[in-house]
Structures are given as C-alpha cells and as structure tokens.
C-alpha cells in the first residue's frame, strides 16, 4: 500500500495526508522515511492542538503557574491547586522548573523565591522577573529575580510608589520598563485599573498619571504589547465579565477604548484565560465566564484591526482544548500551553500543548521542523465544548 501511495505525485500524496488526523499522520510518520518525509510537512500541522511528550520530572499539575522561554528552555514557576472543583486555593506551588525543548526534559531548579500563584513572570535582560501574586497567606507586591545563566535567584530591593498588594494582575516590558494593570484583592475585594512602571535601571517604582479614560477596574485579563503600545482585553470587574479592548500608548502614557473601531468576530466576555503575540497578531486560548469554560481559540490583528475566531476557521479545523488558568508562552512559531483547569476531565491537568502559529513567512518556503517526535496525540475532544 506505501509502495503504491508513493508512485503518486507529493502534491497529491499531501492532499491525501490532508484528510487523516493527527494520530492518522503520526502513524503513517512509522511506515517509511518516505512517508514521513510527507506527513511531517509543515502544512499539516499548523492548525492542530497537539499534546508534547514531556518524559520524566513532569511539573504536578496546577493552576496559574507563570511560564517564559528563553534561549530555548521554557521555564514554569508556581501556580496552585483548589479544594475539589471549589475556587478556594489549598496548595501554592514554589516549585521553578526548566523544559528543554530540544531533549524534552524537565529538570526543577534551586531558588529561594518562595511560593506564588496568580502571578506574573516577565523576561528582561536575559533574566526572570515574578511579579505580584498571592504567596498562600497574604498578596503581594515583591519582585523576585531568577538568572537562568547563574541559577541564582533575589528579592529585588526597590523604591518609589510601586502598586499595592495584589494578584491576577498584567505585567509587561517596554523598552527599559515594566509596567502593571489591574489584579485584585480577594481579602480586601477589591479590583483595580491603576498603571505602576518600574524602572529596571534605577529599581524605582512610580505610578503613572494616565491620560484619557482608564478602562473599568478587573483581574484576570490579559495585557500585551505591540510596537509602543499596550493592549488590554477582557477579565472580570467584580460585576460583570468583560470583552472590551482598549490601547494603552507607552510612549504619552494615554489609554483609548478601540473596541469599537474594531471588525470581525469578537471573543464573547470572559476571564481566567491568556494571551501571547506572534508577528502582528494577538492569540487568546479559552477561559471562563462563570457559565462555562471556552473551547475556542482568537486571533486579534494590531494591522486590519480584525478579530478572528480559529476555531471555526476553514482554512485550519481544528479542536480546542477546553480549558483556563493556563500559562502560555510562545517559541519559534509554535504556541505552548502548560496545565490550568480541563473542563472535559473535571480537573487541574498538567498537559503541554502546543498549537503551530500561522506566519507570513508561511507564504515562502519553511524550513522543515523536527516537531513530530514530541507530538503524540490531538485533543479527544468535541469542539465548542462549555461544561458547567
């Protein structure tokens, strides 16, 4: 049967191959070199959420863990588990763990950072910051450093008025500062929309005096930044769940609601979920709405200004894992999501996924890459899936 595929020309074999699902094409990858010379072209791959081998050390499973990569090794620090299917936080996590993409392995690091969960990690200058977050007994507003190089880890002494005690917050880099957006409070219950920069040169706190209208006060949003500007979407109020856009301009430090000059198919109000920048465009994977958890998967273009749900996408059918409180980290041009809560099974998880980005580099010839080894098999899942 191989012999006789292979007396066809490879455009039609790839065409065939089009139609298999992913366990389909990782067995046809065990036939031949031939075959698996065709069945791990690029072109069909992209479009699929796949689970990654992780082999031995797996980090235990868990919510609101941070995760960044750099120079090739995704590096995933705390998070926390519940009392059963409650919001109630029994177990922060201080565990900090090294993923090497090209050995698939995990290995957990020294450190004296002590425990976060609901936190935020952010790269600069070669290095790890954690921001925020809850510790297990109080919130916080302590930055600990971890240089990967070194292995060494620090309480960063700052001054100035940095933001007050929170978690679920936004953290970002421009250029030679961090700044932070909203979080909350859960023993105070309070929510807020203030913006704190901090200084990595002079380890200096200010908070800044924003012009234009401030978007409403939330946690568990998501903030990224493009080119000199911020972007923040959606998260909780305290009241109501949010699905509103709004452009935070670093360089005159002036917030503009853009949710309305915006086209295409808006992601419905939602928190607890993610989002990562790749090119010109922003990706957000699932979440919650109190009425259910989000199988879906968002793309936002800064260019055309045009939302676009993948999911439902012609062009790249695909299932989508239905889960939130996820961390998320982007490397090469594939996307990598590691644990949160999995509606399907009912419970915190510690699955790797990884889901190949489109790229304008898409449009030329690619460089064939070597993914199929850490893929095993696709999501066993309906789509659109929302669980109570």
Known sequence: MATQLLELPDELILSILTWLPLSGLVNCCRVSRSIYRLAT?????????????QGEGVPSPRLWCSSTVQKGKLYLYGGHTTQGLSNIISNVKSDLFEYDFATQKWTELQHQLGGKTEHKCVLYDGCLWFIGGYNGYDYTNDIFQYN???KTSCLIEATGERFSPRSALTVVVWRD?????????????TWYNDVHKFDFATKVWAKVSAKGTPPP????????VWRDKMYTFGGFSGEHYLNDLHEFDLETETWKDISHQTCGERPEPRSRFCAAVYEDTM?????????????????Y?????????????????FLVPSISQYSIAIHDQFLY?????????????????????PSSKDAMQIEEKEILPAMVNTIDMPMNEASQ
């Open 41 to 53: 072209d690029p072109s069909l791959w992209q479009g699929r959420f796949v689970e990654v081998k």
């Open 148 to 150: 990967p190089e070194t």
């Open 177 to 189: 500062k961090l700044y932070t957006f909203g979080g909350w409070n859960g023993f105070s219950k």
């Open 217 to 224: 006060q939330r946690t568990s949003h998501t903030a990224v």
């Open 283 to 299: 990706y957000i994977l699932g979440g919650w709405n109190k009425v259910g958890y989000f199988a879906d998967l968002y793309s």
């Open 301 to 317: 273009n800064f260019v055309t200004k045009v939302w676009s749900n993948l999911s439902k996408s012609s062009m790249t059918q």
């Open 337 to 357: 999501v590691f644990g949160g809560f999995c509606s399907r099974k009912q419970e915190c998880i510690n699955t790797l996924y990884c889901f190949k980005l």
